[in-house]
């Protein structure tokens, strides 16, 4: 019984391998860089086009302060020719000065406006015009990586199918802990003892490295295996 769950395990190491391997593809780790910096671009696209929809409200808000500035002078104009009183004569200055101020801070604003338009749309060109390239290299890359896939999927499917038979004889309680452990990432989860390299007298769990007490030890000499009392791991007599 004990032979059948170490030679699971040992599928598993192998499977764990694979994985590893492709995890470490370079197609894959390329693929995964271009997809994240196609969605560095795609989110600096939506900041350039919500930057155009304010600069467009901008400008249409100072073309409406420039035709109520020219409204306004032409009133004061008009007032002006007719006034005789010089208090009078006086305030209607007073406001085409301001009118005046206003039309030169609204122009400024203007070239202002328009400079960031023209970078905008620059920048908006640019990463446009990047995206297609993104987008070719990621799906070479994700093909490269389908091959490489497809080439161990072979391998993948005779263990699993060697583990599904050995999983009929294995003990269901000892696999019921294998598979928790293993769902938690902790593995080898059938591990040895160790002796402690300056206490000889100690014995370690050969996964956690921590002593196993004598009490472990015990049941560990009766029973073949013991579970860790620090890790969890099954600690059996090799």
Do not use: W
Request: glycine share 4%; proline share 1%; hydrophobic share 35%.
């Amino acid at each position: 019984m004990q032979k059948e769950m170490l030679d699971y395990q040992n599928f598993d190491r192998e499977l764990r391998r694979i994985k590893r391997e492709l995890e470490k593809n370079e197609f894959r780790v390329k693929g995964k860089e271009l997809k994240d910096q196609r969605a560095k671009i795609e989110d600096e696209v939506a900041r350039l086009e919500q930057r155009a929809g304010d600069l467009k409200s901008a400008t249409a808000r100072l073309v409406d302060l420039s035709n109520e500035v020219d409204r306004s002078m032409a009133e004061y104009e008009h007032a002006l020719s007719e006034m005789q009183d010089e208090g009078g004569l006086n305030y209607l200055k007073k406001k085409i000065e301001e009118q005046l101020k206003e039309l030169d801070v609204a122009e400024r604003e203007c070239k202002s406006v328009l400079r960031d338009c023209d970078e905008v749309s620059a920048a908006y060109e640019a990463a446009v015009k990047d995206i297609p390239r993104i987008t070719a290299a990621y799906k070479k890359c994700n093909e490269e990586f389908s091959k490489a896939t497809k080439e161990v999927e072979p391998t993948i499917r005779k263990i699993q199918a060697q583990q599904a038979e050995l999983a009929k004889v294995i003990d269901q309680n000892v696999f019921d802990v294998y598979k928790k452990l293993s769902a938690q990432n902790v593995f080898p989860v059938f591990v040895t003892t160790q002796t402690h390299l300056a206490m000889k007298n100690d014995v370690l769990c050969g996964g956690c490295k921590m002593s196993i007490s004598a009490t472990s030890r015990s049941k560990l000499d009766e029973d073949g295996r013991v579970r860790c009392e620090h890790c969890g791991r099954i600690i059996y007599k090799s």
